[in-house]
């Protein structure tokens, strides 16, 4: 480089200085403007507490404005005999069920608890992918490694008949007081999962 390239060089980072100095005597930069995320409102206390099992229930979980999903997603039946079903295909990931905003937060939960089923197609041959991966995010006030989300998860086996599972969490140990919850799925071949009800382990 030149001595006059030098020079130029030296006289535009002088300039771009001291139109920067300028800037924030007048006033500095404004304050950090942040748009929060879409609320999921819970119209309903439910009875017990951090269990929905009812469509009016199970349907705060399928009706927001942030459960999406490239599977279709739907809300069968009434009262307590409603579950929510899902019919994943393969390669086609994305689809997230949020649940509602919990105010205050609900305290000292271990992992999410859900009743499920999970039927294969039958074109689904014996040698391909048979379970069905779940997983939690837990949004929460006190997560263990800010500001990574807690998750938990479960390989689900084929049933035909409503099963329990129990999350296990992967990325938290001890007990995280719960803002919100979303559940998502990854790698589940063609088929319908329908879940039947979700709790809240504390």
Same mark, same amino acid.
């Given at each position: 480089?030149?001595?006059l390239e030098i020079h130029g060089a030296v006289r535009t980072s002088l300039v771009?200085?001291?139109? *920067?100095?300028?800037?924030?005597?007048?006033? $500095?930069?404004?304050?950090? +403007?942040?748009?929060?995320?879409?609320?999921?409102?819970?119209?309903? &206390? #439910?009875?017990?507490?951090?269990?929905?099992?009812?469509?009016?229930?199970?349907?705060?979980? #399928?009706?927001?404005?942030?459960?999406?999903?490239?599977?279709?997603? %739907?809300?069968?039946?009434?009262?307590?005999?409603?579950?929510?079903?899902?019919?994943?295909?393969?390669?086609?990931?994305?689809?997230? *069920?949020? $649940?509602?905003?919990?105010?205050? &937060?609900?305290?000292?939960?271990?992992?999410?608890?859900?009743?499920?089923?999970?039927? *294969?197609?039958? %074109?689904?041959? &014996?040698?391909?992918?048979? #379970?069905?991966?779940?997983?939690?995010? +837990?949004? %929460?006030?006190?997560?263990?490694?800010?500001?990574?989300?807690?998750?938990?998860?479960?390989?689900?086996?084929?049933?035909?008949?409503? #099963?329990?599972?129990?999350?296990?969490?992967?990325?938290?140990?001890?007990p995280l007081d719960v803002k919100y919850v979303y559940l998502h799925q990854s790698?589940?071949?063609? $088929?319908? +999962?329908?879940?039947?009800?979700?709790?809240?382990?504390?």
């Open positions: 480089m030149s001595c771009v200085a001291v139109l *920067l100095f300028a800037a924030c005597e007048a006033g $500095g930069p404004s304050n950090a +403007f942040v748009i929060p995320g879409p609320t999921v409102a819970s119209p309903i &206390p #439910t009875v017990p507490p951090y269990v929905w099992d009812t469509d009016e229930e199970l349907r705060i979980w #399928t009706n927001n404005a942030v459960t999406r999903g490239p599977v279709p997603i %739907s809300l069968v039946g009434s009262g307590t005999a409603a579950f929510i079903r899902l019919e994943p295909r393969p390669g086609v990931d994305g689809w997230v *069920l949020r $649940g509602p905003d919990l105010i205050p &937060p609900a305290p000292a939960v271990r992992t999410i608890r859900i009743w499920y089923r999970w039927r *294969l197609d039958p %074109s689904v041959t &014996p040698g391909a992918v048979q #379970t069905f991966l779940m997983i939690a995010s +837990f949004e %929460s006030v006190n997560p263990p490694v800010a500001p990574q989300q807690p998750a938990a998860h479960a390989v689900l086996q084929p049933a035909s008949d409503w #099963t329990l599972a129990d999350l296990t969490p992967g990325s938290f140990r001890n790698s589940a071949n063609r $088929g319908v +999962f329908e879940i039947d009800r979700l709790e809240l382990v504390h």
